[in-house]
Structures are given as structure tokens and as C-alpha cells.
């Protein structure tokens, strides 16, 4: 009967210590985690100090311990997470109207998150930090990886590309990890984190997520030279970011009670929807779709920062594939035997050239070359561009990883001339004629079959080719960002879409 006591004794204990466990490093502010909410490593074990003695039935009492149930769904955990201050201002109310209103909008937005919520909350959680970022993507992007702003944020998260750089989101011609689903949300996490460290409130880290931490900085130093408060709520801020944080507030209050707005949230089930799987070589997006039994669009939703039909295994070694579809890939991959993988690969232009001259060095049809790698006309290509061409056989080897990487795509406007014919004068050289034109010496005694040196008589005819339209040579890194216009554009940042909640937006300082 003693070992009887002394398990229950144990058992007590146990559930006890379960009730009591909280993750370290816990964010200010923020609620002890609850059941299903991750947790930090374990307190370490209780040890009694002497002897155990038995204890009697009636000495038993019913213990407080944390529930054991898991959230029926994403939303209710993410309300179980909830632990900002909360902001009751009319800019609130104008919000939660606006969001209420658009019934249409507010379901494609939230149906649309259901492939990356669970992981941005999972995120969260391992962090500490409360769960109303997770709807963040709401305001930011509408949760569209593929959203690109009119100052070239872009992704779900919305970067600019310098602070993508700095937290490495890799920019280049053949992804950009500021649409990155893991990547971005990771990013994006160490940033709201930096701001809240910095500012130690909730609602400014936001305000300096929107109109960058410098500007806060400023604003909150002005106040307290003028002797007033430094709150967000007293800080003088731009339209877009005063209505950014009660943005935020009003799709917290709608997910935290969607009936009393009837509004209608799509059941998103707590459980992950995608999973990651290693590649192991180059390969063409349209045949991982395909050997993942997916379709090509829902691929791209999930690994949209490829920019290319190819995914290069150096750069990307990883890619994200519905839960399910995860193991089909895995077999059909082992099963695959009709050749090579990728059907492309990278060449490195030797010199600045034509398109046309690319073209007939990698074997290809201008026409394709310039589709393939978003070469808009009347441009050359720069020397050390890289360029996606077809890979010869299956035996080349995969891009490096310093290709894939860093590979970037640099061009210049074609500079149109026409053919002008002028008179030598007395003193005149092919130096001094060049040097009035701004020609170059040797230019000009080739198109007139001359010596650089040559003598000119007074009266020679002399032909140039001179420039008639001409503009400063500009590097485009990101070759992509030149289609800015025509990329996906979500309703709540771009001015083709306006909404009346949305003012013009001020430059960004992050994205």
C-alpha cells in the first residue's frame, strides 16, 4: 500500500511541477504560455530533501493544473496568445468598419493565409512573443509572398531590399528571399524583436516596423524636448503609420470575435500545412511540381521567391511542399530516371554585349533568351551578368554555390547613334575631331579606315556615328524589380487598388 501512496505522491509532484513550468526569456507583457503554446526547457527536477513517508487518502487534494487539450483550431490559439496592450481609439473603429464591410476581402485574405499562418504562429510561440504579429502579414501584405509595393517592398513580410540584405535575404537573379516563406518570417521575427528591445513597447516596435526606427527615434526625442509624452499615441507620426498599429487592432479584434462583426473566419486546422524537403540537385520548378503530385500555382504559393523556371539546389536547399505531398516527392525523386533534373543552368557573360550576341553564344533564340531572363528592350548586357541558358546534358555539374548565391543581372541602355559626315578644318586631327565629339580616337579612324595619327587635309570629310539619345549607364541588381509594375500587387499597399483606409504612403525605411 506504501508504493501505492508514494506513486501518488510522485504523481502529484509531477503535475504540480507541469502546472507551474513557463518558458524562459518571456517577453514583458506577455501571458505564461498555455496549453498547446510552446514552451521553453523544463524548470529543473524538484528532489526532496529527506525520506518519503507515506500519506493517507484523505490527505490527497484535488490539484489546479494547465489543461491538456489542444486548440480546436489555428484561431483559437492564436487568441490564447494574445498579449499587446490593447489600443481603443476612433482610428480602431474606422478600421474594424472598413474590414467588416468588405466581407469579399476579408475572406481571400484569411483563406489565403491558411498555408503559412501555422508556421508564423509556431514562430511566435518558440520565441516568446505574442501571437497578434501573426496577423501582421494581414496588414502588410494581405498574406501574398508574391506582394510588391510601390517603393519594391516585397513579400509577405514587405522588405525593402536594403533591410532584406541586412537581416540576409538573398537578392538576385535567381531568387529573392524576401518572399521567402521560412526565411522572410524568420527575418521579419528578428526585427520585431530588435525594435521591441530598443523601444520596450509593443505598439512603438510597430510604428518603427512601418516608418523605420530612426524616425521613431526622432519623433520620441522631439517629444520629450517639448515635455510631452512618448507613447505611440503622442508621437506625431505620418498618416500611414498613425493608422498602422489600430490596423492591427482592428483584425485582432474581428479574430478575437468574428460574430459580433459577422464576419466568417475559414476553419484553419492546428497542424502544419507544409513541410520542408532537402533537394539534392538542380532542378526545374515545372518537374518538382510534378514529381510532388502539385499543382504549379500552389507550388509557387509555397517557394515564391524563385524567380527563375529552376531551382538551384546550392541556393535553395530546401523547398516547401504540402504536408501530404511531402513523402510523394520523396518516392517519385528516388523513382526518377528520364534524364537530367534541370533543363537550365547559369552562363556568365564574358563582355558587354547585345542580347542578340547572347543569344548566339549560348545557342539560344534571342526571343527566348530575353523572355527567359526579363531583358527589356533596347538594353546590353554587362559583363559578369549572369543569365539562365539550357543546360547541355544531364553530366554538366549543378551551379555553384557562389553562382547561386550572388548571380546577378546588370544591364545598360543600347546607346542608338546615326551617321553624321563633318569637314576637317586646317588644324584638325582624328584626335581633335574625336575629342570635339566625344568619341574615342580609335573609333573614328576605324569608321574612316584611317590611322589614329593620320594627317586630314582641310576639307576631308570625316564620318562619325554620334550619339542621338544617351543616358547614364545604371546597374539594375535585381532585374525582377524593373517589372514592378506588372508584379502582384495586394489591396491594402498599392495605390491601383486604393482603399480608403490607405494613405499614400511616405518612403519606407524597411520595406
Known amino acids: 500500500m506504501k508504493q501505492y501512496h508514494l506513486l501518488a ?19 514583458p507583457g506577455k501571458e505564461a504560455p498555455v496549453a498547446g503554446a510552446s514552451i521553453g526547457s523544463p524548470l529543473p527536477a524538484v528532489i526532496p530533501a529527506g525520506p518519503l513517508s507515506a500519506i493517507q487518502p484523505n490527505e490527497l487534494s484535488s490539484q489546479n493544473v494547465a489543461g491538456l487539450e489542444a486548440p480546436p483550431d489555428l484561431w483559437s490559439r492564436i487568441r490564447r496568445g494574445f498579449a499587446m496592450p490593447n ?10 468598419q472598413w474590414y467588416a464591410t468588405r466581407p ?20 511566435l510561440e518558440r520565441r516568446n512573443m505574442p501571437t497578434e504579429l501573426a496577423l501582421l502579414p494581414f496588414i502588410e501584405s494581405a498574406f501574398n509572398p508574391q506582394a510588391v509595393s510601390t517603393a519594391r517592398a516585397a513579400g509577405m513580410w514587405q522588405f525593402m531590399p536594403g533591410t532584406g540584405k541586412d537581416y540576409d535575404l538573398k537578392q538576385n537573379v535567381f531568387r529573392d528571399d524576401r518572399r521567402n516563406v521560412l526565411a522572410s518570417t524568420k527575418a521579419a521575427l528578428d526585427y520585431l524583436q530588435k525594435l521591441y528591445g530598443m523601444f520596450g513597447d509593443w505598439h512603438l516596435a510597430l510604428a518603427a516596423y512601418n516608418w ?19 507613447g505611440y499615441l503622442d508621437l506625431n507620426l505620418p498618416a500611414e503609420t498613425r493608422n498602422y498599429v489600430p490596423k492591427l487592432q482592428a483584425v485582432k479584434n474581428i479574430v478575437a470575435a468574428p460574430d459580433t462583426f459577422r464576419a466568417e473566419l475559414p476553419l484553419i486546422e492546428n497542424h502544419p500545412y507544409f513541410q520542408s524537403v532537402t533537394l539534392e540537385r538542380d532542378m526545374d520548378v515545372a518537374l518538382a511540381a510534378r514529381l510532388a503530385d502539385v499543382e504549379i500555382d500552389d507550388f509557387k504559393a509555397l517557394n515564391p521567391q524563385l524567380n527563375r523556371p529552376v531551382i538551384l539546389a546550392a541556393g535553395t536547399p ?6 501530404d505531398n511531402a513523402a510523394v516527392f520523396k518516392r517519385n525523386f528516388a523513382e526518377y530516371s528520364e534524364g537530367k533534373f534541370a533543363s537550365w543552368t547559369a552562363w556568365s557573360a564574358p563582355a558587354t554585349m547585345s542580347p542578340a550576341e547572347a543569344a548566339r553564344r549560348t545557342g539560344m533564340n534571342e526571343a527566348d533568351l530575353r523572355n527567359v531572363n526579363a531583358i527589356p528592350p533596347r538594353m546590353l ?6 543569365l539562365i541558358v539550357p543546360r547541355r546534358s544531364a553530366e554538366q555539374p549543378d551551379v555553384a554555390v557562389h553562382v547561386a548565391d550572388n548571380a546577378q543581372l546588370s544591364l545598360a541602355p543600347e546607346i542608338v547613334t546615326k551617321r553624321i559626315v563633318v569637314k576637317a578644318g586646317r588644324r584638325d586631327s ?39 539619345r544617351s543616358s547614364p549607364i ?18 491594402v499597399r498599392t495605390p491601383a487598388k486604393p482603399a480608403p483606409h490607405k494613405a499614400a504612403p511616405p518612403p519606407k525605411k524597411h520595406h
Open 212 to 230: 523605420g526606427e530612426g524616425n521613431v527615434t526622432k519623433a520620441i526625442q522631439r517629444n520629450q524636448r517639448a515635455g510631452l509624452g512618448t
Open 318 to 323: 530546401q523547398i516547401l511542399l504540402p504536408w
Open 9 to 27: 505522491l510522485v504523481a502529484a509532484l509531477a503535475l504540480a511541477g507541469c502546472a507551474n513550468l513557463q518558458g524562459p526569456e518571456a517577453v
Open 87 to 96: 489600443l481603443d481609439t476612433d482610428l480602431v473603429r474606422q478600421q474594424e
Open 381 to 386: 548586357i554587362k559583363a559578369g551578368s549572369v
Open 104 to 123: 469579399d476581402y476579408l475572406q481571400r485574405m484569411t483563406d489565403r493565409s491558411r498555408k503559412y499562418l501555422f508556421h508564423v504562429v509556431e514562430e
Open 430 to 468: 582624328i584626335a581633335s575631331i574625336a575629342h570635339r565629339y566625344k568619341l574615342a580616337p580609335a573609333q573614328v579612324a576605324d569608321w574612316n579606315n584611317l590611322h589614329a595619327n593620320s594627317t586630314l587635309k582641310a576639307g576631308q570629310q570625316i564620318v562619325l556615328n554620334v550619339p542621338v
Open 474 to 491: 545604371k546597374a539594375v541588381a535585381h532585374h525582377p524589380q524593373m517589372k514592378a509594375a506588372a508584379a502582384p500587387r495586394n489591396g
